[in-house]
C-alpha cells in the first residue's frame, strides 16, 4: 500500500507563512510528479504547485511569487512554503503524488490539512 500524510496546517493571519509537508510511505518503485492541490468550500479543486522528479516546477497565478514547492527525494516528501497568505488561501490542501508501483503509475492523495488565513 502507498500512503501520502501531510502536515503543517493550521490558523494564521494575513501576512503570515505556513509550511506544509507531505511524505510518501509504503511500497513503490519510484515518484514521478508530487503536488498540491486545494480546495475551498464551495469551489472546484485546484491546483497550486507540482514539481516533477526532475525538478520541473508549475504554480497557480495566484500563488506565483508568494509559495515555494520543493521535494527531497531521498525522504519522498514535498514540502509548500507558503508566505504572504491571503484570506482568500483558504482551503484545504492536499497533497498528490503520481507513484509507479511495478508496471503502472497510478495517482494518490493524503487525507488534506486544513489552512486557515483569516483577516
Known amino acids: 500500500q502507498v500512503q501520502l500524510v501531510e502536515s503543517g496546517g493550521g490558523l494564521v493571519q494575513a501576512g503570515g507563512s505556513l509550511r506544509l509537508s507531505c511524505a510518501a510511505s509504503g511500497s513503490f518503485r519510484s515518484i514521478n510528479s508530487m503536488g498540491w492541490h486545494r480546495q475551498a468550500p464551495g469551489k472546484q479543486r485546484e491546483l497550486v504547485a507540482a514539481i516533477t522528479s526532475g525538478g520541473i516546477i508549475n504554480y497557480a497565478d495566484s500563488v506565483k511569487g508568494r509559495f515555494t514547492i520543493s521535494r527531497d527525494n531521498a525522504k519522498n516528501t514535498v514540502y509548500l512554503q507558503m508566505n504572504s497568505l491571503k484570506p482568500e488561501d483558504t482551503a484545504v490542501y492536499y497533497c498528490?503524488?503520481?507513484?509507479?508501483?511495478?508496471?503502472?503509475?497510478?495517482?494518490?492523495w493524503g487525507q488534506g490539512t486544513q489552512v486557515t488565513v483569516s483577516s
Open positions: 498528490g503524488a503520481d507513484i509507479r508501483r511495478a508496471l503502472s503509475s497510478h495517482e494518490y
